[in-house]
């Protein structure tokens, strides 16, 4: 593919980007578009909370500040709504990063390629070996990350990893650059069952100051990552916004518009949210979600729990242990344990630095341990391969 920069538009594909129609991309940004969350009142909320099912004029509602003063109210139906569609299990699973090259600019990325930290790559005996130390644990969901770096950290690199994390795990997860269908479909093969491509923010003019150079700064390939996924046999993909980028309200919207579009076009998906905030990065102490509070980032959850009740939700540990003991049985479905966001560190020392700094350092066992004292149930293993 070739180098992309600023001088780049950043909505028009690259040589070797499979491309795909814009006519959900362009139904999700249109609406996002036109959202005016202040226009929404009381009784819109209540009337929202009323029904069995809502529709997108409810979620709008669900989103807007007007539904602030219904949290107890929203928490009641989606716990009701977690417990019918989930019971009270709570899947775990934690993070492997094998490498930290990145060949783009984003501002807000402690992986960015601008910023002066120390990269590295797990060889494959380094990588088996973080491997045998997380299986100890008890864990059996791994998602393996990478910077954004095709030339250093290739799709084959990619699927010999998966292929070594399949022997040791029953779910196998990336989360790396976005791909073509036939690259999707190659590491499905090597033993992936899921992807997460998040977004970031799904306002283009925002998009475009924050990803300076490199194949991320193509807005609709990234958008529709997930598509090309599905196509490539991958059984979940997970949607999600970076909450504080830009205006959190309207990215949370067209994240929840993202995932329900695409899975009425592939009804036989399995769908995943994960609402990450911004955290402070190496050489930036300064990044945090500064409009986005704790309530706020409840009230999203929450609202997409009432809109996607089948989706799982996924909390990770950018949030403090508080919060994510609070959301379990609330609107989570999957939370994160023994987690490292640097390359390497389960079985020794990080061997490079982590991509942002984590607000949960508890291990697995005190994770279990706090899904139980909340009556549910952990669970660390919900699928079954044939």
Sequence with gaps: MEKIDRSHSHMEYCEGMEKIPHDIMDKALGLREAYDYKSYTPQDVKRALGKDRIDIEDFMALLSPAAEGFLEEMAAKSAQITKRQFG???????????????????????????????????????IEEELREIASTGLEDILILTGESPNITGVEY??????????????????????????????????????????ETYSTDEYEKLHLRGHKRIFPYRFNAQERAIRGGMRLVSFGALLGLGDFRKDALATGLHAYFIQKKYPHAEISFSP????????????????VKETQLLQVMMAYRIFMPFAGITISTREREGFRDNVIGLCA????????????????????????????????????????KKGCQPVYNDYVRV
Excluded: W
């Design 333 to 372: 479905t999957k939370i994160s344990a023994g987690v490292s966001t640097g390359v390497g560190g389960h079985s020794g020392e990080e061997k490079g630095d982590e991509q942002f700094d984590i607000s949960d350092p508890r291990s697995v066992k005190e994770v279990h341990e706090a899904i139980l």
């Design 158 to 199: 990619i699927g010999e990893a998966v292929k070594l994390a399949s022997k040791y795990f029953k779910q196998v997860g990336i989360e790396v650059f976005p791909m073509n269908t036939d690259e999707y479909r190659y590491i499905h093969e090597c033993g992936a069952d899921y992807v997460c491509v998040y977004q």
């Design 88 to 126: 009270n299990s709570v899947s775990l699973f934690t993070p492997l990063y094998i490498a930290n090259y990145c060949e783009n600019h984003c501002v807000y990325c402690g992986f960015n390629c601008y910023n002066r930290i120390h990269r590295a790559k797990l060889t494959m005996e380094e």
């Design 276 to 291: 990450p905030r911004l955290r402070p990065i190496i050489n930036n102490e300064s990044i945090n979600p500064n409009d």
